[in-house]
């Protein structure tokens, strides 16, 4: 095993390496990048200048329609360090990332690290409630529908995850704001945010149940389409070892069916689920949604990465991409070791 994870981690070295240069590439040649767009709010400040002045010289500040010189450009180009050859900027960025040092953002003049430490409480909070709520039902549903395979139970229950399923989380979010948010019927649930403008008046007592009923619309929204999968897996996976013969056989040694299902089947069959569980975490800490954050109004890494896009700020994109391409390929091994673990008979040395 030692050396399987020695191999693994010697591998993702050339893994991030291809990330990072196939990213930083297309980056080179995405048009309007940084200066183009602090020339365009130059500009746009200086017509509106222009508009309040009557188009006449102000304070020395307004220059018509002469618009920005060569000499100026340069010089914006040289901030950003533009100036500097492509294969330069990108071997100072990898000498930065060996030590985390993720750069400074173009637009929040601010450290990328600490961009990412702020937005952070907003994705946990989203992702873990997420994870945790969809394992914690969709894993005993699944069981349920699989001991009780073709019946009322079993139809019903597919036909409500499924319905879940094909809603978008964005629309039953707007369907959650409306009915319950103060849109057209009641306001049972706070509109937007983790905590209240008095969080920090409560006892701590009421500090967590404020944050947990800011916490309901979004993770509703966030949740329920992940119900369907997870079901049906721990289903499909439950009725597979169901038909085994190790399965007659312990029934037929009078075993009840309760020590059948979770001493024998259970284990065997949470195989490919729990394998996923490192990875699922991992993504699910991460892994921001854009439209749910817009909506109800959380300032997360979703959000954070999609207006990072937007303004062409660099080093918040490739940033992020770094920090998240580094704990996925970490989560991938961690499954494979959580795989070994759950089924002793995996030997990954023996695999050539």
Do not use: C
Not at 64 to 77: A, N, P, S, W, Y
Not at 110 to 137: A, N, Q
Not at 220 to 231: D, E, I, L
């Amino acid at each position: 095993m030692g050396a399987y994870i020695a191999k693994r981690l010697a591998l993702m070295i050339p893994t991030l390496f291809g990330i990072l240069l196939i990213s930083f590439a297309v980056i080179q040649f995405v048009p309007g990048g940084p200066v183009e767009q602090l020339m365009m709010q130059l500009k746009g400040g200086t017509q509106g200048a222009a508009a309040e002045s009557g188009g006449q010289f102000t304070g020395g500040l307004y220059r018509g329609e002469q618009g920005l010189g060569e000499e100026q450009i340069e010089q914006f180009r040289e901030f950003y360090g533009f100036d500097q050859p492509a294969w330069q900027r990108f071997g100072d960025m990898l000498g930065n990332y060996l030590t985390f040092d993720l750069g400074e953002s173009y637009f929040y003049q601010r450290s990328v690290g600490e961009l990412i430490v702020e937005k952070l409480p907003v994705s946990i909070s989203l992702g873990v409630w997420t994870f945790l709520l969809t394992y914690l039902v969709s894993i005993p549903l699944g069981v349920a529908k699989a001991v009780r395979d073709g019946s009322k139970f079993d139809s019903i229950t597919s036909t409500v995850i499924l319905v879940g399923y094909a809603i978008p989380g964005f629309v039953l979010g707007l369907v959650l704001l409306v009915l319950f948010g103060g849109g057209s019927f009641v306001q049972w649930f706070p509109l937007r945010g983790l905590t209240s403008d008095n969080f920090e008046q409560l006892s701590l007592m009421g500090k967590i149940l404020d944050y947990l009923w800011h916490l309901v619309l979004p993770i509703t929204a966030m949740v329920v389409g992940n119900f369907a999968v997870m079901t049906m897996l721990t289903k499909n996976s439950f009725l597979e070892e169901i038909r085994k013969q190790y399965v007659l056989t312990a029934r037929a040694k009078g075993l009840a069916e309760r020590t059948v299902l979770y001493r024998h089947v259970f284990r065997n069959a949470l195989i490919p689920i729990v394998t996923g569980f490192p990875a699922a975490f991992i993504g699910a800490f991460f892994t921001g949604s854009l439209l749910i954050e817009t909506i109800f109004s959380l300032d997360g890494l979703g959000l954070l990465s999609y207006n990072a896009v937007l303004q062409r700020d660099y080093p918040v994109v490739l940033g992020t991409l770094y920090v998240f391409s580094l704990i996925g390929l970490f989560g991938k091994l961690l499954s494979d070791l959580v795989y070994v673990w759950v089924d002793p008979r995996i030997h990954f040395e023996a695999v050539r």
